[in-house]
């Protein structure tokens, strides 16, 4: 199975992702054939910060589990208002 085909299956999820330049925590928002759109979030503020556009070829690791990711969806969900 080639990286991407796994990735594509955790399309919408939070992770950390590292790649050639860099690495972040955020959420994977879509995976193509030749690119990654990845939201970034600001692990202070846990506000999403930019958005980035990565050259998939350029991925090196993507991490989905873990105690600083499970952290960030724990913020997250916290913040998360529901219809009253």
Request: overall charge negative.
């Amino acid at each position: 199975m080639r990286m991407l085909e796994r990735l594509k299956e955790f399309e919408k999820q939070y992770m950390f992702l590292r790649w050639v330049s860099g690495n972040e925590y955020g959420k994977l928002e879509f995976v193509g054939d030749d690119f990654i759109e990845f939201s970034v979030i600001d692990v202070d503020t846990m506000e999403y910060r930019e958005t980035l556009l990565i050259n998939s070829q350029l991925v090196l690791e993507a991490a989905f589990g873990g105690a600083d990711v499970s952290r960030i969806v724990a913020e997250i969900s916290s913040q998360m208002t529901f219809g009253e």
